[in-house]
Nanobody
Framework: QVQLVESGGGLVQPGGSLRLSCVLS????????VGWFRQTPGKEREGVSY???????TYYAESVKGRFTISRDGATKVYLQMNSLKVEDTAVYYC???????????????????WGQGTQVSVSS
């Protein structure tokens, strides 16, 4: 059974840091690329970051470049290190996977076929 499970969300003050984890089961990072997305009420889900299965290249939304870092550990774990957090980073964060052969723009949510349940990140003083 294919499954992704996120963890690591929480409440943090502006300027603080969090590390989100995404654990894959039933699939491997050798064959699947993983993206992080976020969503706030009333808004569309947006791409935050992505790591490619084939070459490990990483991609970031402009709003998080220089603050967030995506990485992978072995065949089943992906992390999102979030530093210098801002109030506007508050959202539910999701990880999602798609087969490595799919090479459409990484931020296209429709290209991902498995999603985690999400983890809440709240940035507030």
């Amino acid at each position: 059974q294919v499954q992704l499970v996120e963890s690591g969300g929480g409440l943090v003050q502006p300027g603080g840091s969090l590390r989100l984890s995404c654990v894959l089961s039933g699939m491997s990072l050798e064959h699947y690329s993983v993206g992080w997305f976020r969503q706030t009420p009333g808004k569309e889900r947006e791409g935050v970051s992505y790591i490619s299965s084939s070459d490990g290249r990483t991609y970031y939304a402009e709003s998080v470049k220089g603050r967030f870092t995506i990485s992978r550990d072995g065949a089943t774990k992906v992390y999102l290190q979030m530093n210098s957090l801002k109030v506007e980073d508050t959202a539910v964060y999701y990880c999602a996977s798609r087969p490595a052969a799919i090479d459409t723009l990484w931020s296209h949510t429709w290209s991902f076929d498995s999603w985690g349940q999400g983890t809440q990140v709240s940035v507030s003083s």
